[in-house]
């Protein structure tokens, strides 16, 4: 099991993907906005996402859990 | 005029708020749940609590906010830069409650806010604009015929679009086919409105502005340049002027386009006109900034003179009290815009500032709106001080920015200190020649050493 955390404090702007999809290491799975920027969160290796810990509009933290992938 | 809102925050309010009061003028700040503890709520003679963190139901809100002047009895708003200062139906809400909207007629905000007007307007004044589309390109098949006419590579552009959001470069029909509908759809989520145009690109372009200053009774002086190439993500992290790229002809004729411009909208106010600068000094405009502008400190410190005075004896309906004569650029001025991000990636860092002790020198100003303790937030802007440097010589100016940088410490987030401390030491920009590009071939060059 690998998750997939925020690399810095913000808005989640956008969900990218679904339990049960396929990722690709470095592909695109949540968009977090913050000070007027959107930064993509990137999943670090391959693999099936098993659960989403966030929703569209949830405030996250640095190091916060967006996405598990197995 | 005896009470002024601003509805606004950060550096910008206690920039504002610092006239106001040397005008004997009172001042109303408007806060958010975020910005409680800042200097600015604590500056004003009075703060209203406006509503919490996310600007559409904070400093977006119009209502809060002139609700907050009546219940103040303030007779004028000041809307500062970003957030409300370029919004039509505000501006024209604050005049309805018969209160003063600082700033030009809603009409122009409305005429200049729509990029595609803006170029109709310019067009017949005789302000040269970059060759583009006429009317908004429909369909990507119509945005990829008027690419086709004017040659790669093109802009793509949202015409509601700014701060740097909204627009792309495409150098061939298949990249602009891939660009059209993902910054369709994201200017309709941004701005409300999806128009996209084409306008040609200017390769190695710079990007200088014009400040200019309008009165009631139809003058219109520019107030000079300001040299804004150095830029990240398209937005300024470095500004100047003079500049040190325009020539005495070029600069008068760039100026007195600026002024053709603000003549031919019926500019009330202090308003940018921006250029894009071709390498041969051809220059087009690009946009007018109806609002005070976040660099407006260059031109003061450049000029002597005091741009929030300007606007509020505008506002009030007194004539320029000077003439295009004491425009005069007495020294060279500098800013340096401090952002809590990362100085290599960009990437934003909020986070509490434990420490946070900028230079006393003189010659240098600050413009800030935090202080040791103080929370960065992730919502809002990442700007959070401004370091305006002046000398003699732009030598002089440049040198003594290199100590104020030295001199600079916060503690407790990243901020972009390092990377403006690296600009400053760069070859290319004190030789002063340096485009739009300046950011990015930087970035390549120290990539390409550390592969090495």
């Known amino acids: ?70 | 005029m005896r009470k002024v809102l601003i509805a606004n925050r950060g550096e910008i309010a206690r920039r504002i708020i610092r006239t106001c009061k040397a005008e004997g003028i009172g001042t109303v700040a408007v806060y958010s749940d975020a910005d409680r503890d800042l200097p600015f709520v604590r500056e004003a003679d009075e703060a209203v609590h406006i509503g919490p963190p996310p600007v559409p139901h904070s400093y977006l809100n119009a209502e809060a906010i002139i609700k907050a002047a009546k219940s103040t009895g303030a007779d004028a708003i000041h809307p500062g830069y970003g957030l409300l200062s370029e919004n039509e139906a505000f501006a024209r809400r604050v005049q309805e409650e018969g209160i003063v909207f600082i700033g030009p007629a809603p009409e122009v905000i409305g005429q200049m806010g729509d990029k595609l007007t803006a170029r109709r307007v310019m067009l017949a004044a005789g302000v040269p604009v970059v060759p583009g589309c006429e009317e908004p390109a429909a369909t990507v098949d119509e945005a990829a015929g008027v690419a086709a006419s004017i040659g790669y590579p093109v802009m793509l552009k949202a015409s509601a679009g700014g701060g740097g959001i909204g627009m792309q470069i495409c150098r061939d029909e298949d990249s602009l086919r891939q660009a059209y509908q993902s910054l369709r759809s994201r200017a309709k989520a941004y701005f409300g409105n999806d128009a996209m145009y084409v306008e040609k690109y200017v390769e190695r372009p710079r990007h200088i502005e014009v400040q200019i200053a309008g009165d009631q009774h139809g003058t219109v002086l520019h107030l000079l340049e300001r040299e804004c190439s150095i830029q990240r993500r398209h937005q300024k992290v470095l500004e100047e002027s003079p500049s040190p790229f325009l020539d005495a002809k070029t600069r008068e004729r760039l100026c007195q386009s600026a002024v053709r411009a603000a003549e031919a909208v019926g500019y009330t106010g202090v308003g940018t006109v921006e250029f894009i600068v071709d390498e041969d000094k051809n220059f087009y405009f690009l946009e007018m900034n109806t609002r005070l502008q976040v660099e407006h400190p260059v031109t003061e410190e450049m000029t002597g003179l005091d741009l929030v005075l300007l606007q509020l004896a505008i506002a009030k309906g007194e004539p320029l009290s000077i003439g295009q004569a004491d425009v005069q650029a007495k020294r060279h001025a500098i800013e340096l815009r401090v952002y809590a991000e990362d100085p290599v990636s960009f990437l934003p860092s909020p986070g509490t500032i434990t420490l946070y002790q900028p230079p006393e020198m003189e010659h240098v100003r600050i413009d800030d709106g935090v202080e040791s303790g103080a929370q960065v937030t992730p919502f809002y802007d990442p700007m959070i001080a401004k370091v305006i440097i002046s000398g003699q010589t732009r030598e002089e100016a440049l040198q003594r920015a290199a100590e104020a940088m030295r001199n600079f410490q916060i503690v407790g987030i990243k901020t972009n200190i390092p990377f403006l401390r690296e600009v400053l030491a760069d070859e290319r920009f004190r030789q002063g020649n340096y485009t739009t590009w300046f950011v990015q071939e930087r970035a390549a060059k120290s990539s390409n050493e550390i592969q090495a």
């Open chain 1, 1 to 70: 099991m690998k998750q997939v955390a925020a690399n810095m404090a913000g808005t989640v702007l956008n969900v990218l993907v679904q339990p049960g999809d396929e990722v690709t290491e470095g592909q695109d799975v949540v968009v977090l906005e913050s000070m007027k920027m959107e930064v993509p969160i990137q999943a670090e290796v391959a693999g099936t996402v098993t659960e989403i810990k966030v929703n569209i509009g949830d405030f996250v933290n640095d190091g916060d859990v967006l996405v598990s992938v197995e």
